[in-house]
């Protein structure tokens, strides 16, 4: 029966969709906010990120002034979950300035996996406690839960690219590009799902397939003889 407990499906599905601890990596990517000597305020574009900049700084982790590692007594607050921190001292970057940093990040908190999952084994019709899911749906359910994962991940950065920056300074292509790579891949785990669902319940996709098996006889016949 489905999984052990609900720390190892989501840990599944973390493994599934890439989104560990070290999955995901920025390297020597441009913070966001105003660099004009005076402003302290800034954000990595992605939330939820691993590396706390307060600490001291692992190479290559960390905040680059002008190529340059940020040290950690120059970043007094770092809020992980939204990506904001704050610069003090001589590091406070001026206009000519550039602002980078590498770190890892996440998409999900666990409790987000485990509503995904929930919405996974309601699909099948089995309730939202997804441990009691048969063996033979987890990969329908996962990839269920995938589709999931990946629409929000593009919903989500596609409002925070609109919230972040503004028209003259948007980001390349790049970025828009993913989002629609990660809207089709959520496509693609719906269509994946849907295959494993049809595949458990019809024995390998064999709609027509006899309950039973069953042999051709002679048919008695009840008419009486004169």
């Known amino acids: 029966m489905g999984w052990a407990s609900t720390a190892e499906a989501i840990l599944a599905l973390r493994s599934l969709i890439f989104d560990g601890p070290t999955d995901k990596l920025a390297s020597q990517k441009e913070v966001v906010g105003k660099k004009d000597s005076v402003n302290q305020i800034f954000k990595t574009f992605e939330p939820r990120r691993v590396n706390d900049f307060t600490v001291t700084p692992v190479y290559p982790f960390g905040v680059y002034k002008n190529g340059v590692i940020v040290p950690n007594t120059d970043i007094s607050v770092d809020d992980l979950e939204s990506g904001t921190f704050t610069i003090t001292g001589t590091s406070i970057p001026g206009p000519r300035d550039t602002l980078t940093a590498t770190y890892y990040y996440q998409w999900f908190l666990d409790t987000d996996l485990d509503g995904f999952l929930q919405n996974a084994s309601n699909w099948l019709g089995l309730g939202a406690t997804y441990t009691n899911i048969p063996d033979g749906l987890n990969p329908a359910a996962f990839d ?9 991940a593009a919903m989500k950065t596609s409002i925070r690219l609109s919230q972040t920056y503004k028209m003259e300074d948007a980001p390349s292509e790049d970025i828009r590009n993913t989002i629609a790579v990660w809207t089709g891949m959520a496509k693609d785990f719906m269509d ?6 049809a595949s458990y319940y019809s024995r390998q996709d064999q709609f027509e397939a006899p309950l039973f098996g069953f042999s051709l006889g002679k048919v008695f016949d009840p008419t009486p003889r004169r």
Do not use: D, F, W
């Open 144 to 152: 269920y839960a995938a589709k999931e994962a990946y629409r929000s």
């Open 192 to 197: 994946s799902a849907q295959k494993q669902r």
